[in-house]
């Protein structure tokens, strides 16, 4: 638990500088605040001792609405638009209630900066705490992390991640697992004797990489109680276990005696941001790291392209047909159909798909782990843009993601491509339940937002647009547009059952792809059923039914 003495807290907040922003309107929820054109504007300052946030007409600040950053929340509601919730003052807690004000922003980029200034002034801000006898202030045990995520979510997440099977899970994932030893070892020159923090640090495995490669120290943070099993692990390798520190906690509150020269990490979830890790990472970043330090990974990039996939979109459709029943036990299920069939494609489908199933290259969406401010994660925006290479019908968007591990040495990037050896994360597809009809060279446009929700996921609002094509397309506008909306904490989880895909036997490997594959044939006498050319794709093998293929990225 951090403590600070009063007089250091009162000082670094009386020396925070006022910060004053324009707004469009204040409203409180109970009452009009302001009904006058004249300029508002909202300041934070110190006011008797703490940060307070006013607004303020002109010179003249509102009576009676004065926010106690100590106990303030901030919600989004759109891109101009924010509430802000702070408890009651009255000393009754009986009658004491909760008050709130919506924020109009003139602009997006105003929100955003009003949205950073409020978490840094809430940060150093004083919380009250129990005076101790040794004259400091025990600061409160919330943090950013507890702020922003459900304490049923987060129990639920460590002790997902508290237990062995689920960290062998990933151990075995040779190549997650391989290319973090490889980015290690190929770029010795940025650990040796330098201080490594090992953010998320799991069974330690990273940690004692880090320590092979020649690190002076490594802190390894982890808060789930997969501390004690790092301990037991790092303690079994005595001639590294001397430079490891296993400390117990969240990267958001601890604690370290100096500065990091390297944060190693495993952050990425499904689609690379569920799971909201990398906020953890940025802010370990930003607490831990010093100036120009590395991180390793460095950037992540999330592929997506548009697919045709029949086979899974009537798999996904036939799901429903449960609730066409008219006479289940009597019962007309019928009124649900609708319901059910909506619901069945909220779910992403996680699994490893042929590559040969997307119908336009790719294009990527780029976070700089170095550069990212955690706020800049509660919502993706990315525009979408496709050139049709073929004429089909448009099922909904494919998406994965890989990571630089930008080394001194040997930049190395580990990738979930679609055609590439399959790793844990698989890939994820959202599917549309109105797909699109598009002709070869027709251009797909359309959105996928991503807007972090308290359960550490993300929700997905994804749109496709069918433009015209041909003559005067340049004039046209949109034939076809299909939406949906998709929880990224529930997926469908097919990985687990490979299905069939049937292909010519003359289709070559699939152009569309950055990533070239080569096929090597095993075995011939690996004869299942005859005279058939269906593939089934499962790990990295490829399946077919009267040969087995293993496909291996070309050097």
């Given at each position: 638990?951090?403590?600070?003495?009063?007089?250091?807290?009162?000082?670094?907040?009386?020396?925070q500088?006022?910060?004053?922003?324009?707004?469009?309107?204040?409203?409180?929820?109970?009452?009009?605040?302001?009904?006058?054109?004249?300029?508002?504007?909202a300041?934070?300052?110190?006011?008797?001792?703490?940060?307070?946030?006013?607004?303020?007409?002109?010179?003249?600040?509102?009576?009676?609405?004065?926010?106690?950053?100590?106990?303030?929340?901030?919600?989004?509601?759109?891109?101009?638009?924010?509430?802000?919730?702070?408890e009651?003052?009255?000393?009754?807690?009986?009658?004491?209630?909760?008050?709130?004000?919506?924020?109009?922003?003139?602009?997006?980029?105003?929100?955003?900066?009003?949205?950073?200034?409020?978490?840094?002034?809430?940060e150093?801000?004083?919380?009250?705490?129990?005076?101790?006898?040794?004259?400091v202030?025990?600061?409160?045990?919330?943090?950013?992390?507890?702020?922003?995520?459900?304490?049923?979510?987060?129990?639920?997440?460590?002790?997902?991640?508290?237990?062995?099977?689920?960290q062998q899970?990933?151990?075995?994932?040779?190549?997650?697992?391989?290319?973090y030893?490889?980015?290690?070892m190929?770029?010795?020159?940025?650990?040796?004797?330098?201080?490594?923090?090992?953010?998320?640090?799991g069974?330690?495995?990273?940690?004692?990489?880090?320590?092979?490669?020649?690190a002076?120290?490594?802190?390894?943070?982890?808060?789930?109680e997969?501390?004690?099993?790092?301990?037991k692990?790092?303690?079994?390798?005595?001639?590294l276990?001397?430079?490891?520190?296993?400390?117990?906690?969240?990267?958001?509150e601890?604690?370290?005696?100096?500065?990091?020269?390297?944060?190693?990490?495993?952050?990425?979830?499904?689609?690379l941001?569920?799971?909201?890790m990398?906020?953890?990472?940025?802010?370990?970043?930003?607490?831990?790291?010093?100036?120009?330090?590395?991180?390793?990974?460095?950037?992540?990039?999330?592929?997506?392209?548009?697919?045709?996939?029949?086979?899974?979109?009537?798999?996904?459709?036939?799901?429903?047909?449960?609730?066409?029943?008219?006479n289940?036990y009597?019962?007309?299920?019928?009124?649900?159909?609708?319901?059910?069939?909506?619901?069945?494609?909220?779910?992403?489908?996680?699994?490893?798909?042929?590559?040969?199933?997307?119908?336009?290259?790719?294009?990527?969406?780029?976070i700089?782990?170095?550069?990212?401010?955690e706020?800049?994660?509660?919502?993706?925006?990315?525009?979408?843009?496709?050139?049709?290479?073929?004429?089909?019908?448009?099922?909904?968007?494919?998406?994965?993601?890989?990571?630089?591990?930008?080394?001194?040495?040997?930049?190395?990037?580990?990738?979930?491509?679609?055609?590439a050896?399959?790793?844990?994360?698989?890939?994820?597809?959202?599917?549309?339940?109105?797909?699109?009809?598009?002709?070869?060279?027709?251009?797909?446009?359309?959105?996928?937002?991503?807007?972090?929700?308290?359960?550490?996921?993300?929700?997905?609002?994804?749109?496709?647009?069918?433009?015209?094509w041909?003559?005067?397309?340049?004039?046209?506008?949109?034939?076809?547009?299909?939406?949906?909306?998709?929880?990224?904490?529930?997926?469908?989880?097919?990985m687990?059952?490979?299905?069939?895909?049937?292909?010519?036997?003359?289709?070559?490997?699939?152009h569309?792809?950055?990533?070239?594959?080569?096929?090597?044939?095993?075995?011939?006498?690996?004869?299942?059923?005859?005279?058939?050319s269906?593939?089934?794709?499962?790990?990295?093998?490829?399946?077919?039914?009267?040969?087995?293929?293993?496909?291996?990225?070309?050097?």
């Open positions: 638990m951090e403590k600070k003495t009063i007089m250091e807290q009162k000082q670094k907040l009386e020396q500088p006022e910060e004053e922003f324009a707004l469009a309107s204040v409203t409180e929820l109970s009452s009009s605040l302001s009904s006058s054109s004249a300029p508002l504007s300041r934070f300052y110190v006011g008797t001792g703490v940060a307070e946030l006013r607004f303020r007409q002109e010179s003249e600040f509102f009576d009676g609405y004065t926010v106690d950053l100590r106990t303030a929340q901030l919600f989004k509601l759109g891109p101009v638009k924010s509430v802000c919730i702070s009651g003052s009255d000393t009754n807690k009986e009658k004491s209630h909760s008050k709130g004000v919506t924020i109009q922003f003139r602009e997006e980029e105003e929100s955003r900066a009003f949205h950073c200034a409020f978490e840094q002034w809430k150093a801000s004083i919380v009250q705490g129990e005076n101790l006898p040794n004259g202030v025990t600061v409160s045990k919330n943090s950013k992390f507890d702020d922003k995520v459900e304490p049923s979510s987060a129990k639920m997440y460590f002790h997902y991640y508290g237990q062995l099977l689920h899970n990933m151990l075995q994932d040779y190549v997650r697992t391989g290319t030893y490889s980015a290690v190929e770029n010795r020159a940025d650990f040796t004797g330098r201080v490594v923090v090992d953010v998320g640090a069974s330690g495995i990273l940690s004692l990489f880090a320590a092979q490669a020649g002076k120290h490594v802190y390894a943070v982890e808060a789930s997969m501390t004690e099993y790092a301990r692990l790092i303690a079994g390798n005595p001639s276990a001397q430079r490891i520190t296993v400390i117990k906690g969240k990267v958001e601890v604690e370290l005696p100096e500065k990091a020269d390297i944060l190693i990490s495993e952050p990425m979830g499904t689609l941001v569920n799971e909201r990398l906020e953890s990472y940025v802010i370990a970043r930003d607490r831990f790291l010093v100036p120009n330090g590395k991180m390793f990974p460095t950037v992540g990039r999330i592929h997506m392209a548009p697919f045709s996939d029949e086979y899974l979109f009537v798999e996904i459709a036939n799901k429903a047909l449960f609730w066409q029943q008219q289940y009597g019962v007309d299920l019928t009124p649900l159909y609708g319901s059910a069939f909506q619901g069945y494609f909220s779910q992403p489908v996680v699994d490893a798909f042929d590559p040969r199933l997307l119908v336009a290259p790719a294009i990527s969406h780029v700089d782990f170095t550069k990212s401010k706020e800049d994660l509660y919502e993706i925006e990315i525009p979408l843009k496709f050139i049709s290479s073929v004429g089909t019908r448009v099922h909904g968007l494919a998406c994965w993601f890989d990571v630089l591990f930008d080394g001194s040495t040997v930049p190395r990037w580990l990738t979930t491509a679609p055609g050896p399959t790793t844990h994360w698989y890939q994820l597809r959202c599917v549309l339940s109105q797909p699109l009809y598009v002709m070869a060279g027709q251009e797909i446009t359309g959105k996928l937002r991503m807007v972090a929700h308290s359960s550490q996921s993300y929700t997905l609002y994804l749109t496709l647009s069918a433009k015209m041909g003559p005067g397309a340049e004039q046209g506008g949109i034939l076809q547009t299909s939406s949906c909306k998709l929880d990224l904490k529930e997926p469908y989880y097919r687990s059952q490979p299905q069939a895909y049937t292909i010519a036997q003359d289709q070559q490997p699939h569309l792809m950055n990533t070239q594959v080569r096929y090597r044939n095993l075995s011939d006498k690996s004869r299942i059923v005859k005279e058939t269906k593939y089934i794709y499962s790990k990295c093998y490829v399946y077919r039914f009267d040969r087995i293929y293993k496909f291996k990225p070309m050097i």
